[in-house]
């Protein structure tokens, strides 16, 4: 654990990683993402099957959602179509979280700010008492996306959240 991490808890229980966010990943990653390479998606795939096979299994695998607004620019949910080939098809919902706002681009913003910018911007309409739940997403930067999604999930009634990311972003100085 990080030392943010000790000071201030995340709602999830564990991420389960495969590779760093540093070149050359990131570019593939973000070829697949804006210039819609999905050719990319079958070898991305595969690698982010790596860090779900470290789990101990889950009642309930939940992809990052996207806005409807976000979902139309782009044509595709990109952590969909990364589970796609390989998920449980009984454990896998698509609609089992919904993003309420089209917030600013995480991207886009500072690390400070990005925990305010998707604090309360997800709905659960699940009853998900007692449940191991997965969020899955292809990268984590500040963890603010995945930390607002468990809690959302947490307020839903899941025992448990971890998150599977494809990629994780270290801190640098001056972030």
């Known amino acids: 654990m990080c030392g943010q991490c000790l000071r201030s808890p995340p709602a999830f229980e564990r991420t389960l990683c495969q590779l760093a966010y540093a070149f050359p990943l990131d570019a593939l990653i973000q070829r697949y993402k804006y210039q819609h390479r999905l050719a990319l998606a079958g070898p991305l795939a595969q690698l982010l099957r790596g860090a779900a096979l470290q789990s101990a299994g889950v009642d309930l695998i939940l992809p990052a959602p996207l806005h409807p607004r976000r979902l139309r620019e782009r044509g595709f949910n990109q952590v969909l179509e990364l589970l796609r080939p390989w998920a449980d098809r ?67 009634g899941a025992g448990e959240v971890e998150c599977w990311v494809l990629a994780r972003a270290l801190p640098h100085a001056g972030r």
């Open 90 to 156: 009984g454990a896998l919902r698509r609609d089992g979280i919904s993003r309420q706002r089209d917030d600013a681009h995480q991207a886009a913003l500072p690390w400070q700010q990005r925990a305010k910018n998707v604090k309360g911007t997800f709905a659960c309409p699940l009853d998900l008492r007692g449940q191991k739940i997965a969020i899955v997403d292809d990268v984590m930067t500040t963890g603010a996306t995945l930390n607002e999604l468990a809690r959302t999930l947490k307020q839903a």
